[in-house]
């Protein structure tokens, strides 16, 4: 993009828009004296979200002469909303101001055409230049620097960093969980919990956390358990002992030895790959694209490859990868497998004579032939791009709104419609589609499945007659009973054991205690809140190692304070819900930690109100 001076004014922000990532509302006019990047985005695109990295870069590289603004110009109808904009700002871990341009009013004045676009306007608010796509930093690097030092010399650059007020969210045992996979045969249930980078090892049965996979820190890195470092981790597949984990934003896939506890990767290299090759060849060291989920079907471990468009196929015992399905382009073609168009395929699953998929781009549900020799692409239930909605029916009707996950279960296919809020179940004999669980409005509510409520899942996977899902921006995993139509939260029992990686601490000032006092806990929720009666809150007192749980609606409590303790740690898991208002049950995470002086005259009770606050 040459760099020559702006002459086109840009367009002033409409001044009813809701922003996020900032305390008050900006213009260009404020900004002048300050290069001004605009990213046009809508948070379902692959594309948007490759070049989020680019533009972190950006803005660290440039902090002080440099302002990011995010317009999101929303694609499908749930990403208006600005509830839900806000929390793929959480999600994605974005750190500029963004715009909810939900009318793209700012999309038509700019004059952008795709997603993603970006817009560069120099310190004079003067429109430099646009470019659509991806490979943003290499593009707009040295176009930012040219104009900084032409700003600079003509003294009308403002230098130093925007004050801004980031998004925040109380933490959360898990983070943005984006798939499970249940092991009926190993009573284990494994959990991608997304952003908190690791996989979370539970029984199905008790809920008990048996093991974590990953240090919890975003990197890319092969070792022990803890030394392993992912970077938001999404499908999962299992055989026997060995685990295999979608790396997506590393773009690699790894796999997890359950036994020796040790992480390595079979192929990606941590970086993405631009390259739509998909011919045979060894898989470690293959460049990947964005793999989302996992399915492994007769020997080989099916990838669905979101950010090229593609299904990938790992031989695992020759340790080949290549391309199955997709051509590469990003549309909604059936046909011969390579030759057929997917659009960011991002959840798979199987019935032995197909494979299916969740076609989150085109709203669709595909099926894929296993036999790559005369094999086809066909559609279930879809039709393209920017045909979506919430309609039950036949194949020729219904309509499903960017689905993210499919599970076969005995001639019925079930689907997270997640900008839906939605489980949806299709007849394969059929073809029909209808309701299955949840009720369409956004929440966390247990109960029967036409009442219960979802917040965008993600994952799908089954078990004993039940559906286990990944409710993504709920934090939560749901489990939906299909023989007692019921949907419940499923319990992590030992929920200390994630809440000490997961949350820092808050450090209470010191108390002065007598030798032998107690420790007095309570709880205070929200006025007009209760506990949840479905999911179980809990509170883990530590104590020179040794661990006590209480159960919260067991609250107020007095335990002892063991001999020479100086430090207790205390952290509360707690599920509640506003009293009358069965659609709005949140989840909090508070940890403590208390600092305590032994002395004669000290107070008989050291205490802790652990205050939950919306």
């Known amino acids: 993009m040459p760099v020559e001076p702006g002459v086109v004014n840009a367009p002033e922000f409409p001044t009813d828009l809701d922003w996020l990532n900032t305390s008050r509302a900006l213009s ?3 900004l002048r004296g300050k290069a001004i990047l605009l990213d046009f985005w809508t948070y379902c695109c692959i594309n948007c979200m490759h070049v989020l990295p680019d533009l972190k870069k950006l803005e660290h590289k440039y902090a002080d002469e440099l302002v990011v603004i995010g317009v999101h110009s929303a694609k499908f109808l749930a990403e208006r909303q600005t509830e839900n904009i806000r929390q793929a700002i959480l999600r994605y871990g974005i750190e500029h101001p963004v715009i909810n341009d939900d009318q ?54 403002v230098r130093g960093p925007l004050e801004l007020a980031r998004e925040t969210e109380p933490a959360s045992l898990l983070s943005y969980p984006g798939k499970v996979l249940a092991d009926e045969a190993g009573d284990r249930l494994f959990i991608s919990d997304s952003n908190h980078h690791r996989i979370v090892v539970a029984s199905l049965t008790t809920g008990n956390v048996l093991e974590i996979v990953g240090g ?27 685990l295999y984990i979608a790396d997506t934003d590393n773009h690699a896939v790894r796999r997890a030895d359950l036994r020796s506890q040790t992480v390595v990767t079979l192929a990606g290299t941590g970086e993405q790959s631009f390259d739509f090759d998909s011919r045979p060849g060894p898989a470690r060291g293959r460049a990947l694209n964005s793999p989302w989920d996992l399915e492994l079907a007769h020997g080989v471990l099916f990838i669905a490859m979101a950010g090229s468009h593609q299904i990938w196929g790992l031989d695992l015992e020759g340790g080949y990868i ?35 998929v969740a076609d989150s781009e085109v709203s669709s549900i595909r099926a894929v032939d296993f036999d790559p020799r005369g094999g086809h692409v066909k559609t279930v239930i879809g039709e393209g791009l920017f045909d979506y909605g919430d309609v039950d029916g036949g194949p020729d009707v219904a309509r499903l709104q960017h689905p993210l ?32 669980a949840g009720s369409g409005e956004a929440g966390l509510t247990d109960g029967p499945l036409t009442e219960a409520q979802f917040d965008e899942p993600a994952g799908l996977s089954s078990a004993h007659g039940k559906l286990y899902v990944a409710d993504t921006n709920n934090h939560v995993i749901r489990i939906v009973d299909l023989d007692r139509s019921q949907v419940s939260t499923f319990p992590l029992q030992d929920a ?27 709880l205070a929720l929200p006025e007009g809140a209760r506990l949840s009666r479905d999911s179980p809150s809990q509170v883990a007192v530590i104590q020179q190692g040794d661990l006590r749980v209480l159960a919260a609606e067991d609250l107020p409590a007095e335990i002892e304070i063991a ?11 707690i599920y509640y819900c506003q009293s009358g208002r069965e659609q709005l049950c949140l989840y909090s995470m508070r940890n403590y930690e208390l600092a305590l002086d032994r002395v004669d005259d000290g107070s008989p009770t050291a205490s802790l109100s652990i205050l939950v606050a919306e």
Do not use: C
């Not at 560069?120 to 040219?146: A, C, M, N, T, W």
């Not at 803890?226 to 060995?242: H, M, T, Y």
């Open 496 to 522: 200390h054991k994630l809440a000490r990686s997961s949350a820092a601490a808050i450090t209470l000032p010191r108390q002065s205690i007598a030798p032998s006092a107690k420790l007095r806990i309570d």
């Open 563 to 573: 001999d020479g303790t100086s430090d207790v740690r205390v952290e509360a898991s």
């Open 322 to 356: 290549a391309g199955h399905a997709g051509s590469g382009e990003e549309d909604h073609r059936d046909g011969p497998l390579l030759g057929a168009a997917l659009a960011q395929p991002s959840g798979l699953s199987h019935d032995n004579d197909a494979l299916f």
């Open 28 to 30: 260009i006019k404020e």
């Open 104 to 157: 793209m009013r700012v999309w038509q004045e700019y004059a952008a055409r795709a997603w993603p676009t970006l817009i560069l306007i120099d310190p004079r608010g003067k429109i430099i230049g646009s470019h659509s796509g991806e490979g943003v930093f290499e593009v707009f690097d040295p176009v930012i620097g040219q104009l900084i030092e032409h700003h600079a010399g003509e003294g009308d650059l």
């Open 216 to 242: 919890g820190d975003a990197d890319f890195a092969d070792g022990t358990f803890d030394e392993a470092r992912f970077s938001n981790p999404q499908g999962l597949a299992i055989e026997g002992d060995l």
């Open 405 to 436: 996950d499919v599970e076969y279960v005995e001639g019925q296919l079930f689907v997270a419609d997640t900008y839906n809020n939605k489980i949806r179940a299709i007849g394969l004999a059929t073809r029909t589609t209808r309701g299955f």
